[in-house]
């Protein structure tokens, strides 16, 4: 079994700042990426940014310069600081990540429940 708890969405104003805390914890062997994709209503999830083990990253463009990412490996941690928040960053986070476990050659693909996100104006 595998699992990602999140931690860190709530309520704040536009200009202000949350921090996501993602953490996988389970029968896990190594994990390749790790990441945040969103969900507003109505729409498509969306990647809003990846981080690989050897620390390479991708960023949604509209997130560029107010979003970082960053990872811990030794404790399967993976966090999103966003900074200069936008009534249009609202959503559901959720975190993602790709984990080979123990006694297996296959790499899954794994999600957090989502952590809601609410920007106001």
């Known amino acids: 079994q595998v699992q990602l708890v999140e931690s860190g969405g709530g309520l704040v104003q536009a200009g202000g700042s949350l921090r996501l805390s993602c953490t996988a914890s389970?029968?896990?062997?190594?994990?390749?990426?790790m990441g945040w994709h969103r969900q507003a209503p109505g729409k498509q999830r969306e990647l809003v940014a990846r981080?690989?083990?050897?620390?390479?990253?991708d960023f949604l463009d509209s997130v560029k310069g107010r979003f970082t990412i960053s990872r811990d490996n030794a404790k399967n941690t993976v966090f999103l600081q966003m900074n200069s928040l936008k009534p249009e960053d609202t959503a559901v986070y959720y975190c993602?990540?790709?984990?080979?476990?123990?006694?297996?050659?296959?790499?899954?693909?794994?999600w957090g429940q989502g952590t809601q996100v609410t920007v106001s104006s």
């Open positions: 981080i690989y083990s050897g620390g390479s990253t």
């Open positions: 993602h990540a790709e984990i080979r476990r123990f006694h297996s050659d296959y790499t899954g693909s794994y």
């Open positions: 389970g029968s896990i062997f190594s994990i390749n990426a």
